[in-house]
């Protein structure tokens, strides 16, 4: 079983930053595919970066590239969202999310197994 607890969620304004953190247990980081998506009232979760546990392979959702970085501190099992030059559009509850097997890109929510509480984020203008 793998569990997930996200902090670092807030309000701030554009062109702030923020960063957001998932300490994990249960597994070591170094075998599990992570990843960030946030949601909306009213629309479905979307992806907006993973990470592979093993290659270290990434992707992101085009609309954060560039201001939007993904890391992971092995040693603590801490895998973290660092936010850039937010904006309004940015505002959401963001979720991490952890899956086991096969490791590979996936960017569905429904392929994703372990869940945080979600965090929000508030980006005024």
């Known amino acids: 079983q793998v569990r997930l607890v996200e902090s670092g969620g807030g309000l701030v304004q554009a062109g702030a930053s923020l960063t957001l953190s998932c300490a994990v247990s249960?597994?070591?980081?170094?075998?599990?595919?992570m990843a960030w998506f946030r949601q909306t009232p009213g629309k479905e979760r979307e992806f907006v970066a993973v990470?592979?546990?093993?290659?270290?392979?990434?992707q992101y959702k085009d609309s954060v590239k560039g201001r939007f970085t993904i890391f992971r501190d092995t040693p603590k099992n801490i895998f973290s969202l660092e936010m850039n030059n937010l904006q309004p559009d940015d505002t959401a509850v963001y979720y991490c999310?952890?899956?086991?097997?096969?490791?590979?890109?996936?960017?569905?929510?429904?392929?994703?197994?372990?869940w945080g509480q979600g965090t929000q984020v508030t980006v005024s203008s």
């Open positions: 999310a952890a899956r086991l097997w096969p490791p590979e890109v996936r960017i569905r929510a429904s392929e994703y197994s372990y």
């Open positions: 249960g597994r070591s980081l170094n075998i599990v595919d």
């Open positions: 990470s592979l546990g093993q290659g270290g392979r990434t």
